[in-house]
């Protein structure tokens, strides 16, 4: 039985309640089927007992030191064939909750989780909207960032993304956000030492080839459309998107389900990804202009 799991009975019920299990579990079939768990440290997502789950975070002992921390499977860094260490590449879906932020080579690491899944086969992400956590600060990242982490293949943190991060997160909460705090005016998370205290840490890093965990990525989920659809007309972004869902009041992340397709032709499948971002940025679009309506009374 693997960790976490439930009685498929017990899994619908929970998943009809709880919004979040249900997007990062959209489309997985059921009730039996193959998939893949990135960074499930002590928190893996809970799935019914007839889906066989293999984890992979970006070493084996990731989750040292974690009371009920899953074992993992294998360790990749997200750059490199992920089908040579799993040794197939038929899985059904794969699943990464308040990952791919911490992910080096963004690119690469979609490809690779692409690479590992059947024809048909979903990921679904959630990510953290940088206006509604202690990112809210930073300038979301571009498309020039992301492709430069993709031809210098990531494995670690680079110095200006562990700069960025270390300098820039402020002391401040979702609630606070919600609650109409400020986040560019609330305090640095590093104090008034935070521009000596980010480049001690990125050079510390870098002289050392060290792996030091930080927001690589800084999204909303109109950002990542734009990063999408500038990676999908590049050829580097093999899926196509299914849905993004943005962040519930109170909450701060937001939800991306994407597909293999069966179809590999790049003038097709560019085709395909185009219509789906124009149809999500209009919901997003649409969603974020009634929400503006609503705080207007």
């Known amino acids: 039985m693997q960790p976490g799991s439930l009685s498929l009975d017990a899994f619908l019920a929970r998943r009809a309640s709880d919004r979040r299990l249900a997007r990062l579990t959209h489309d997985v079939g059921l009730p039996e089927g193959r998939g893949l768990e990135f960074g499930p440290a002590d928190n893996p997502i809970p799935l019914p007992d007839g889906l066989s789950i293999t984890y992979v975070d970006?070493?084996?002992d990731v989750g040292a030191g974690f009371a009920g921390a899953v074992p993992i499977d294998h360790a990749w860094s997200g750059s490199g064939a992920l089908t040579a260490l799993l040794g197939r590449d038929d899985y059904d879906f794969a699943l990464a909750a308040q990952v791919g932020q911490y992910v080096p080579n963004l690119l690469g690491w979609l490809r690779g989780i692409h690479a590992a899944l059947r024809p048909g086969g979903v990921l679904n992400l959630s990510l953290p909207d940088k206006r509604f956590m202690f990112d809210a600060a930073r300038p979301v990242s571009t498309l020039a960032e992301?492709?430069?982490a993709d031809l210098l293949a990531y494995e670690r943190p680079s110095p200006r993304q562990i700069f960025g991060h270390t300098h820039d997160v402020r002391?401040?909460?979702p609630e606070g956000i919600w609650m109409g705090e400020d986040p560019v005016h609330a305090p640095r998370m590093a104090g008034?030492?935070?521009l000596p205290h980010a480049y001690a840490e990125a050079a510390a890093a870098l002289a050392a080839g060290a792996y030091v965990a930080?927001?690589?990525?800084?999204l909303t989920p109109l950002a990542f459309l734009d990063l999408v659809e500038g990676a999908t007309r590049l050829g580097?972004?093999?899926?196509v998107l299914n849905h993004v869902s943005a962040p519930q009041p109170d909450g701060f992340e937001f939800y991306v389900s994407m597909r293999r397709e069966a179809q590999t032709e790049a003038g097709a499948l560019l085709g395909l990804q185009v219509g789906a971002i124009d149809h999500l940025r209009g919901l997003l679009e649409a969603r974020r202009h009634t929400a503006k309506l609503m705080a207007g009374f």
């Open 58 to 60: 970006r070493s084996r």
């Open 146 to 148: 992301l492709i430069e």
């Open 171 to 173: 002391a401040i909460t």
């Open 192 to 194: 008034e030492a935070a």
């Open 214 to 218: 930080c927001h690589c990525w800084v």
């Open 236 to 239: 580097l972004f093999p899926f």
